[in-house]
């Protein structure tokens, strides 16, 4: 089990341009988070998949802000027109269903991309 | 709605000595509750959580955490403060909506273990 991945771990640009970040879920995972953390803050979601399915985004998430996780296994987070405000750490997190009877999974993190925007 | 306090941005302590580490949350529904360190320029680990049953929960690195249902409470000990747990700890619940459990963080407390 080699864990969450993420790339590129960081990412400098001008304001204006696109990024495009990747996460490599656990292997047998079928839920994706994403979770963005600002300096001197904790993690906020994004957006959160079940295999190739989009099923929530948060209001965070504007209209410049794109996810995909086209084959229900890895997943790209795609900002266009970067601003100054989108610098921050982008972390992706997965997990499995919880077990018969539970509500909640517990989700592992990825090492996450920090991107700073000049 | 549901949300975590972490009380004190940073924690100091010295080598050996206890480790506390304070979380409260407020939620409407029987909370499920994690904490997780996050090192300089890395990700987040689990520490360890608490879904159901013993209030008393162990986790890694010899860190437990008691749920305290009527002092709204999860905090965070060690009995022994060792060099390699500086770093910062976040607690958080999560917000279950019938599709993703999405975590709740608190803001977080930054340890510090001096010699």
């Known amino acids: 089990d080699t864990g969450v991945s993420q790339n590129p771990r960081h990412k400098i640009t001008k304001r204006g341009q696109n990024v495009t970040f990747r996460c490599d879920p656990i292997?047998?995972?079928?839920?994706l988070y994403w979770y963005r953390q600002t300096l001197g803050q904790g993690p906020e979601f994004l957006t959160y998949f079940q295999n190739e399915a989009q099923l929530e985004k948060s209001r965070l998430l504007s209209d410049r802000f794109s996810a995909e996780r086209p084959k229900g296994s890895f997943s790209t987070l795609e900002i266009q027109r970067t601003e100054q405000g989108d610098s921050a750490m982008y972390l992706c997190?997965?997990?499995?269903?919880?077990?018969?009877?539970?509500?909640?999974?517990?989700?592992?993190f990825g090492p996450g991309t920090r991107l700073t925007v000049l | 709605a549901q949300s975590v306090t972490q009380l004190g941005s940073h924690v100091s302590v010295s080598e050996g000595a206890l480790v506390l580490l304070r979380c409260n949350y407020s939620?409407?529904?029987?909370?499920?509750l994690f904490w997780y360190v996050q090192y300089p320029n890395q990700g987040l680990q689990l520490l360890l959580k608490?879904?159901?049953?013993?209030?008393l929960v162990k986790g890694i690195n010899g860190f437990e955490a008691e749920f305290k249902k009527s002092e709204t409470s999860f905090h965070l000990t060690k009995p022994s403060a060792h060099m390699s747990d500086a770093a910062e700890y976040f607690c958080?619940?999560?917000?279950?909506?019938?599709?993703?459990?999405?975590?709740?963080f608190g803001t977080g407390t930054r340890l510090q273990v001096t010699l």
């Open positions: 958080a619940v999560i917000l279950y909506t019938g599709t993703a459990s999405k975590l709740t």
């Open positions: 939620s409407s529904v029987p909370p499920y």
């Open positions: 997190a997965s997990s499995s269903p919880p077990l018969a009877g539970g509500l909640a999974d517990t989700q592992y």
């Open positions: 608490y879904t159901t049953g013993a209030t």
């Open positions: 292997s047998e995972h079928n839920r």
